[in-house]
């Protein structure tokens, strides 16, 4: 805050536009005419406007800010000061001096007494100037430059100077682009001049902080501390330039993007406890419907049940959150600098007030109830019958001609609404409706030029197209396996490569210092379309490997019965997974995405993403790419601890699954005791089936990291490597994980007893 502060002095508002000197005159005028204002001044600010060559060292420097100050600048800025504290002035500067801001001087090792040589963009010939002195800041004049609360890298200059080399080099006027005002009282009378300026300038104030600044239309900055507190909610607002490297993209979009990620996959391990939850129960469930009890009660007590568990759940989460959140603040304030754009070293500190944690309680809790009224819903429409006596429900498709039969002899009105909607679903889950949805959201986001939409468009489509495969393929007689094999294919194959093509630019941006495809730098269709770049190979990949893990299986089992000791179980310890397939597509598909994210930010940052020096360069270059280097591994680690989180999330779910298993198969176990197997056996057989799974989500994560990050190192002409070491930590690191939720289940299972299994159910 005090660093802001500084940049701005004792300015309070600015107004940017393509003024004529006419104009300028004319608004200096009434401005300093107001009661509010103490004085007024008008400068020459040009970003990005001005290379300059140091003639002592050599170096050039290029895409400077040039700022043009007059004599009385100093009467609305205030005192300007050296690096030393001393007192230094503008209006005493000499034709041929120039004042060098903080970051300028920083960058490239300028003294006092350095002569410099400046060509200005857009104008002919150069401009030889004596550094006079060295400022301990660099001003800020505009609102946009406040916002992002970088550094920026200034040359001051007299304005008179300025004008007389625009004249001379293009023989046109350079009139001021940018009135600074200070107010009588200082921010307090803020509200009043803006005011003011609006009615004068018809136009509104600029509180956004637009970045960078366009001097071809009027804009209205406010500089008061209320808006010099404003940072966006960028956590790394005070390092402009991070965020146009390849490691700042990946904090500012892929951490938003996992973030969301591991928020869906903790609401699907939620989804997940509570089917288990309502197993367990299962015949309770089904005999309280049979004495009377309604849905909406059944739907209750599964609410009242969960609301105590997600009130235990939440206080370690919140302290997990803030341990997170305080190691994202430490590895962006010990960043190192890179160049002018940046403050390096700005601490950012972690604040809590008890209103924040009391709002994340509250939505901790309550999104936790609405996962378990959703999963009760649908928990409580299970057939009654088939619950008592815990049966599985009948999977029984009802046909559209009866569906349609039924909507017209229907008598009530209501009893045809509900029939619509079956109707409705129908065609859905058969997939012309689906189709049409589809086609509607792929032509509204051509319409509105929306990438991500097209893509959520496309993606519906391909799902439309597989389930109407499967349909027509029950309608021309097709086996049922065989129809839901090819409409699986047809989804998977098609998610992947339509992922694979069009998630290709966004990725190359995300991680690489390539332009993002659309060429502007719009961070929610980026962040979507990073969110589906991600999402729709992996899970058309996942859908892919499970349609087909009847083959991955039945060469495992081959492996297997080489081996001796697990001969015996490796056909008993796969037959688990391949039934409950939608138990082990959840637990895949955690664990394959949390295994893709860490391997794909790791193989990258660590091989292709890291600079090489080239011996033939400078030193300062070498300063700079090592820098970069440093962001980069700093950012991977941060990234790589953060994501453990998810890795942990498809552990739980593989020893859920692990748990519900053992009281499941408790009288199958027994049976293969009775027959001879072993505790040994049992315990490898529950430990081979998690390795099953594991074995799965590996090959999916790598598979499709190796594939993506050797499309960019082909895009960006660089060698694919794989960090080996890194790489195998993280494979072990995942199976001795998920061994340590499943030994407990194992250990359960192994200590059933035949006799006692074989005799009573539970």
């Excluded at 991977?636 to 998810?646: A, M």
């Amino acid at each position: 805050m005090a660093d802001r502060l500084l940049k701005v002095g004792d300015v309070d508002e600015s107004v940017s536009s393509h003024f004529t000197q006419a104009q300028i005159d004319s608004a200096l005028t009434q401005i300093r005419q107001q009661a509010g204002v103490q004085a007024a001044t008008a400068v020459y600010l040009r970003p990005l406007g001005v290379d300059f060559r140091v003639q002592r060292t050599g170096t050039l420097q290029t895409n400077q800010y040039i700022l043009g100050v007059p004599p009385d600048f100093e009467h609305t800025y205030g005192s300007l000061h050296n690096s030393q504290g001393q007192t230094v002035s503008s209006a005493s500067l000499r034709s041929g001096e120039v004042l060098l801001s903080r970051s300028v001087a920083r960058s490239l090792d300028i003294k006092p007494g350095d002569h410099i040589q400046l060509t200005m963009h857009g104008q002919n010939g150069t401009l030889n100037a004596l550094v006079r002195d060295i400022l301990s800041n660099d001003p800020v004049m505009t609102g946009g430059e406040l916002a992002a609360n970088g550094s920026y890298p200034e040359i001051l200059l007299p304005l008179e100077m300025l004008q007389q080399f625009s004249l001379h080099s293009t023989h046109q006027s350079l009139p001021p682009n940018l009135i600074c005002i200070k107010n009588v009282g200082g921010p307090g009378s803020s509200q009043a001049v803006l005011t003011f300026l609006e009615r004068y300038f018809h136009t509104p104030t600029d509180t956004h902080g637009r970045l960078p600044v366009t001097f071809n239309s009027t804009i209205i900055h406010p500089l008061n501390p209320k808006f010099v507190e404003y940072t966006g909610g960028n956590p790394v607002a005070n390092k402009g330039d991070f965020l146009t490297t390849s490691a700042g993209r990946q904090v500012d979009l892929f951490l938003p993007v996992c973030t969301g990620l591991l928020i869906s996959m903790g609401l699907l391990l939620l989804v997940l406890l509570c089917l288990f939850l309502a197993a367990d129960r299962r015949m309770e469930l089904g005999m309280a419907r049979a004495i009377g009890l309604q849905r909406h009660h059944l739907v209750q007590a599964l609410l009242i049940e969960c609301c105590g568990y997600s009130l235990l759940a939440v206080v370690p989460g919140v302290l997990l959150g803030l341990g997170a959140l305080k190691l994202e603040l430490l590895t962006l304030s010990t960043l190192p600098s890179l160049s002018f754009t940046s403050s390096a070293g700005f601490p950012l500190q972690l604040w809590i007030n008890w209103q924040s944690v009391l709002m994340v309680l509250c939505v901790g809790v309550l999104t936790t109830l609405i996962m378990t009224w959703l999963t009760g819903i649908w928990i409580s429409h299970g057939n009654i019958v088939t619950t008592i006596r815990n049966l599985d429900d009948p999977h029984r498709q009802v046909s559209l001609k009866d569906l349609l039969s039924e909507l017209k002899t229907a008598p009530a009105l209501t009893r045809r609404g509900v029939i619509l909607l079956r109707l409705l679903r129908a065609f859905f889950m058969r997939g012309p409706l689906c189709l049409l949805v589809g086609y509607l959201v792929l032509r509204l986001g051509q319409i509105l030029v929306v990438g991500w939409l097209e893509q959520l468009g496309v993606g519906v489509l391909i799902g439309g197209g597989g389930l109407f495969l499967t349909w027509l393929s029950t309608v021309f007689r097709f086996p049922v396996a065989l129809a839901r094999w090819l409409g699986r294919m047809l989804v998977g194959l098609g998610w992947l490569l339509y992922g694979l093509q069009t998630g290709a630019g966004t990725l190359l941006f995300v991680f690489s210092t390539t332009l993002p495809p659309s060429g502007q730098l719009n961070n929610e269709e980026l962040l979507l379309g990073l969110l589906f770049s991600l999402l729709m190979p992996l899970i058309g990949l996942v859908v892919l490997v499970l349609s087909n893990s009847d083959g991955l299986a039945n060469a495992l089992h081959m492996l297997l019965r080489q081996v001796p000791a697990l001969a015996p179980i490796s056909r008993t310890s796969l037959s688990y997974p391949l039934t409950f397939r939608f138990r082990t597509g959840v637990a895949v598909s955690l664990l394959s995405l949390v295994l893709f994210l860490v391997m794909l930010i790791m193989t990258n940052n660590f091989g292709i993403g890291q600079q090489l020096v080239d011996t033939s360069s400078s030193s300062s270059d070498a300063l700079f790419i090592a820098a970069q280097n440093a962001y980069t591994m700093s950012i991977t680690r941060f990234l790589i601890s953060y994501l453990v989180i998810g890795i942990l999330f498809g552990a739980v779910s593989i020893g859920v699954i692990a748990i519900r298993a053992v009281a499941e198969r408790r009288q199958q176990i027994g049976m293969l005791r009775a027959l001879g197997f072993s505790r040994i056996l049992v315990r490898r057989s529950f430990l081979l089936e998690t390795s099953f799974i594991v074995t799965l989500s590996l090959l999916i994560g790598t598979t499709l990291t190796w594939w993506l990050v050797s499309q960019i190192a082909y895009a960006t002409s660089k060698d694919f490597s794989v960090p080996l070491l890194p790489t195998l930590d993280l494979l072990l690191g995942c199976y001795l994980v998920s061994f340590v939720c499943t030994v407990v289940p194992a250990q359960q299972a192994s200590g059933i007893i035949p006799a006692e299994a074989l005799r009573y159910e539970d």
